[in-house]
């Protein structure tokens, strides 16, 4: 489901009835600024106007595209959000986190094949965005995918191996497999850096690990 700029107005700026302005440099810039002091001041919903003036004057905007995607991620609304990156997506689809803001929301949603093309689109572009692969581990986990989703997560703690998550979920990925001596050593890695993860996964699969 595409939007054209005629969508995005009528999507934006509701009824109105007259096109407002174009939108120029200089007040694209103010506007921005604009809602960057709302966001600093934690006033999201002033900002989140401001972002639907700028995207109703600028419909092809991908910074308030993704800026409102965003705000409707984040208020529990991610239905209202995947739009928002849709039309982000098609405007700069050379951008990884164009495809990694939409496979997420997908992920969310349910839309587990669209979110893994994505995520895989994301990491075709930028073979080192950690946060992707993590993302593509957890869609192949929902997947039932428990080899692929274990390449994935590896691939994530290797850019950040002191994140606790992926070696959480990995451990979760041994026990579906009846890995449990896998399980352990994950565990028990965990233990030397996050020690409450640890504990949450020995409580989780029953396994008393010892360092």
Known sequence: MSMNSTDTAKFTSGNNMSAPPALSKLDGFLLRWRAKGF??????????????????????DVHALNSLGYDALTTGHPAQALPYFEKALALAPEKSNSHFNFAYTC?????LE???QEFRAAIAIEEKMDR????????????????EALVALKRNTVLQPMSPFA???M???????????EARRLIRHLKGF??????????????QVSI
Not at 107 to 111: D, K, N, P, V
Not at 132 to 147: E, H, M, N, P, T
Not at 171 to 181: I, S
């Open 171 to 181: 451990a979760r990925v041994h026990m579906l497999l009846e890995q449990p001596e």
């Open 114 to 116: 669209e979110a893994e």
């Open 132 to 147: 992707a692969w993590y993302g593509l581990g957890l869609v192949l986990i929902r997947q039932k995918r428990f080899d």
């Open 194 to 207: 996050e020690p409450k993860v640890a504990a949450q996964l020995e409580r989780e699969t029953g396994l």
């Open 167 to 169: 070696w959480y979920q």
């Open 107 to 111: 992920e969310i949603l349910g839309r």
């Open 39 to 60: 966001l600093f001041f934690g006033m999201r919903t002033q900002a989140a106007d401001v972002f639907r003036e700028i995207l109703a004057r600028s419909p092809e």
